[in-house]
């Protein structure tokens, strides 16, 4: 009885699908609570071998719903990330294999589930960008995590341009950001595909090789996300945020290019 995602099940795959396509499926309180359940009803269900994750409309995810804080606490000394926390299959403890299928923009907080995907493919009208420091906003969770698929200086341009540029799907495949680039009426098909693929596989064995290989890789910048959360919280001028925020719900476009 999911209201912000869709959960469906075949043939060992299960299908999240963010569904919030008014808002270009931002995240909110809701969905933070809903994903996170998904992801563990992914985990403890034996039939489930690998997931495929998408978001419905014309956007993957726009981050976070700024219309509905996700702040947990007003106290600064206990507030986590809940981003990192909620929405990540690996932050979840699910160590099924993920196929990301971005079937358009990908924007801040997107980045949550790119960070912990395992393949992540792209159609042809995705894009890509961290619009925080235009609206006033410091950035580091879902950069940091970002350094496990992008070269610092290019998570870096990605930040300091913000909402100017965006990485286009060719980039972004130049980049290792995604593996492959699709038609976006191939899309899906495509990362059920390889879905059927891995599915094919011993359940116990991919999740061993999937955690093996991600506790690795997480070693390396595990330090850095979990002070993440810090430098927002310091950085983030309470009057720089609200001429933020009222900038970003203006609704007025920016101009921006694409590389």
Not at 36 to 54: E, F, G, K, N
Not at 144 to 171: F, K, Q, T
């Amino acid at each position: 009885m999911y209201e912000t995602i869709k959960l469906e099940k075949k043939d060992h795959i299960a299908t999240l699908t963010l569904n919030r396509p008014e808002r270009l499926n931002a995240f909110t309180p809701k969905m933070l609570d809903e994903v996170s359940h998904a992801w563990q009803d992914i985990r403890y269900d034996d039939d489930v071998h690998v997931a495929v994750l998408t978001g419905a409309g014309r956007a993957f995810c726009s981050g976070v719903d700024r219309a509905q804080s996700i702040t947990d606490t007003p106290n600064v000394w206990n507030r986590e990330d809940a981003g990192r926390r909620k929405l990540g299959p690996k932050s979840n403890s699910c160590w099924k294999p993920v196929v990301l299928a971005v079937n358009g923009l990908a924007a801040g907080g997107a980045f949550y589930f790119l960070n912990e995907a395992d393949i992540v493919i792209c159609s042809e009208n995705a894009t890509f960008f961290d619009p925080h420091l235009t609206y006033h906003l410091a950035s580091t969770c879902e950069p940091i995590g970002a350094l496990a698929r992008m070269p610092y200086s290019e998570v870096m341009r990605m930040v300091l341009l913000g909402n100017h540029e965006r990485i286009g799907p060719d980039r972004a495949l130049a980049l290792g950001l995604v593996s492959d680039v699709l038609a976006q009426d191939e899309l899906m098909d495509e990362a059920h595909s390889l879905a059927g693929k891995i599915a094919e596989a011993s359940p116990r064995a991919v999740q061993g090789s999937v955690r093996g290989v991600w506790t690795a890789l997480h070693s390396v910048w595990a330090g850095g996300l979990d002070h993440a959360i810090v430098y927002p919280t310091i950085g983030n001028d309470p009057d720089a945020v609200a001429e933020g925020v009222a900038k970003l719900r203006s609704g007025k476009r920016l101009e921006y290019r694409v590389r």
